[in-house]
């Protein structure tokens, strides 16, 4: 992995007690298109948080490829 690619991981990692602080909303704001979130409980990654935009992508993407697959 490259210094790059570290410093992009370990700036999208949240610890779980900013969202407790009530700062999600500036998170979630900050985010741009291709921006994750790592959500981040006693130093486990937990769940993700992404623009809605990018989810809406994603699912489609996942409904292409089963519909390729036959399911």
Known sequence: ???????????????????NQGKAAKIISSLG???????VKNNEPMAAIIPISRYSELIEA??????????
Do not use: A, Q, W, Y
């Not at 790059?4 to 779980?16: A, H, Q």
């Open 33 to 39: 298109h291709d921006d994750v979130k790592i959500i």
């Open 62 to 71: 996942e409904e292409l490829l089963n519909t390729k697959k036959g399911k």
């Open 1 to 19: 992995m490259t210094s790059k690619n570290m410093g992009t991981m370990l700036k999208s990692l949240v610890p779980i007690s900013v969202l």
